[in-house]
């Protein structure tokens, strides 16, 4: 199998640097319509693609963000591997701003976003104990460091809905009693659905600020946090260029099973499952159906 690197870019990171033969290219999705075209290309001989969450212009709230679709839109493009790129708040005096974080559980708190590909007519439960895949987050790990990024490996990312920042209370209680690390809006729940469609998942979240826990700090500033995203965003781009030459155009099946969820997942009996419903799982399910 060739290697296929998919980035699903948050804000502050709106492409890939370097992109040979780059075009968007738009992907129609059972599921509905994705945040934007697809940006394709290769680099250093490996594939990639490249999906803006919010689209373009920063058009879709996180609420409104077409998980399903953009999981999808990207299998059907041959992605392997995706990284997350986002930006988020720090509950930890350590992981500063400009810091990146490479998650490795969360904490949903999500709660206005269908969550899964499955359901009533093809019902389905997948592994999701360790959420992301350690194979590839070491990768990202390695190439932001070689970016001269300071690195923080391993941290609970707390998926909130959103679109309001915490309120002190909420930020006291996620970093001192759940022990959270981070804070985003948009993570969940992109990595389930990538669980679901079998591509091995890393989540980079990129630090803007502490939230609103820190007494030197108060509540978050949006204008502190876009100026930190400037930064961040060169940054992101300069880890994403060395991913190919890391991982490699070959690929071999993912040591941690990743690409294999869905072997023991689905549920239903072959003669119970929705037509309709399975039509529209070609992509993200094909394998074993």
């Known amino acids: 199998m060739d290697t296929h690197i998919g980035i699903i870019g948050g804000s502050g990171v709106y492409e890939i640097d370097g992109l040979e033969d780059a075009r968007w290219q738009s992907v129609d999705s059972p599921w509905g319509i994705p945040s934007d075209q697809v940006l394709t290309g290769t680099l250093d001989g490996v594939k990639m693609a490249f999906l803006p969450r919010h689209g ?48 490795d559980q969360f904490i949903d708190r999500t709660f206005a976003r269908p969550k899964s590909f499955f359901g009533s007519g093809c ?37 909130m809905e959103g679109p309001q920042f915490s309120t002190l209370a ?15 809006m948009t993570n969940m729940p992109e990595a389930k659905l990538a669980r679901e469609a079998e591509l091995c998942y890393a989540s980079v979240a990129m630090v803007t600020d502490y939230d609103c826990w820190h007494p030197d700090h108060d509540e978050v500033d ?38 294999r969820a869905l072997d023991m997942a689905i549920m239903t009996a072959p003669d119970k499952r929705d037509p309709a419903l399975l039509a529209k799982l070609d992509a993200v399910a094909g394998r074993v159906l």
């Open 56 to 103: 373009r212009g920063h058009v879709h709230a996180p609420s409104d963000v077409p998980y399903r679709a953009n999981i999808d839109a990207l299998k059907r493009l041959g992605v392997t591997d995706v990284i997350s790129v986002s930006a988020c708040g720090s509950f930890r005096e350590d992981m500063a701003p400009g810091d990146f974080v490479i998650v």
């Open 170 to 184: 909420e930020s006291r209680m996620y970093r001192d009693q759940w022990g959270a690390h981070v804070i985003g």
């Open 123 to 159: 019902v389905a439960h997948v592994g999701f104990a360790h959420p992301t895949c350690p194979r590839l987050s070491a990768a990202c790990a390695t190439t932001a460091r070689n970016a001269g990024v300071t690195v923080h490996e391993g941290g609970t990312y707390l998926a």
């Open 222 to 259: 949006v204008a502190q946090v876009i100026a930190t995203l400037t930064g961040n965003g060169g940054k992101a781009r300069r880890m994403v260029a060395g991913l190919p030459g890391l991982l490699g155009a070959d690929r071999a099946p993912c040591p941690h099973g990743c690409d």
